[in-house]
């Protein structure tokens, strides 16, 4: 008899505990939605949707990131959506950046200071902190 009750008290945790997990993603299956979160399944594939991606490596430091910066009212900086890939040194080495003002590609080089970056401006070179303007 104990170990009858202990079963019926196990399911009932289980059926706890997967509510509990269904509550916290919306499912799509065939037009229909149920359950609204932020994180969603359907039959076509995954969408992860947040508010930034960042892409970690073995040691826990961050390699990758996809940021959506707010617009900063006291400077001139509009809001920026920002993918970066950082080099084993922390530094950014591609940085892909756009705006409502246009979009821009920063390459960095080998030693600090050494870039090319690319807008609608046209291309700047800087080697070693010297900065050439080619239109």
């Known amino acids: ?7 019926i008290a196990l399911a009932f945790f289980n059926l706890a505990l997967l509510v ?8 799509r299956f065939f037009g229909w939605r149920f359950l609204p979160r932020p994180v969603e399944v359907n039959s076509a ?8 991606l960042e892409i970690t490596d073995d040691q826990g430091r961050i390699r ?4 959506v910066h707010p617009e900063d009212r006291t400077l ?5 959506v920002i993918l970066r890939l950082i080099d084993e040194n922390g530094g950014p080495a591609v ?16 030693s600090q200071g050494t870039y090319v970056q ?7 070179v800087t080697k070693d902190g010297q900065q050439q303007l080619i239109p």
């Open 1 to 7: 008899m104990k170990a009858q009750r202990l079963l």
């Open 20 to 27: 509990f997990l269904l509550a916290q993603i919306e499912v």
């Open 45 to 52: 594939g995954s969408v992860l949707r947040g508010r930034a």
């Open 64 to 67: 990758a990131s996809i940021m």
């Open 76 to 80: 001139p900086y509009p809001e920026t």
């Open 95 to 110: 940085k892909l950046a756009t705006t409502d003002r246009g979009a821009g590609l920063l390459l960095g080089g080998e």
């Open 118 to 124: 690319l807008s609608a401006q046209g291309m700047r």
